[in-house]
């Protein structure tokens, strides 16, 4: 079966920087298009970051652009998500998703509707 599985989330102080990875199996990467959403307390999920399947096209939400980068490892079947200049409202469970497409598409999938599948999430917690 398919598994999303997120690593390296923590505390932090404000300024600061974690690196997120989030490692797939069961699944054929290169043909999956991903994403990294987050849900703070009390809120709605929130897109936050998208990779093409090839990796050559990427999306951030604006609130973390400049801030954050996502990138992927096909041959490591693996997703980041560098996050640089941590404020306290980037505080929320961070959960990698993958959406079924193919290798050359470029379509930019924002909303988590759109995937098909999610890891369990990683807490951030940024202290002010």
């Known amino acids: 079966q398919v598994q999303l599985v997120e690593s390296g989330g923590g505390l932090v102080q404000a300024g600061g920087s974690l690196r997120l990875s989030c490692a797939a199996s069961g699944l054929t990467f290169s043909t999956h298009a991903m994403g990294w959403f987050r849900q703070a307390p009390g809120k709605e999920r929130e897109f936050v970051a998208y990779i093409s399947a090839s990796g050559g096209s990427t999306a951030l939400a604006d609130s973390v652009k400049g801030r954050f980068t996502i990138s992927r490892d096909n041959a490591k079947n693996a997703v980041s998500l560098q996050m640089n200049s941590l404020k306290p409202e980037d505080t929320a469970v961070y959960y990698c998703?993958?959406?079924?497409?193919?290798?050359?598409?470029?379509?930019?999938?924002?909303?988590?509707?759109?995937?098909?599948?999610w890891g369990q999430g990683t807490q951030v917690t940024v202290s002010s």
């Open positions: 998703a993958a959406r079924n497409t193919y290798y050359s598409s470029t379509y930019t999938y924002t909303r988590g509707e759109e995937y098909n599948y």
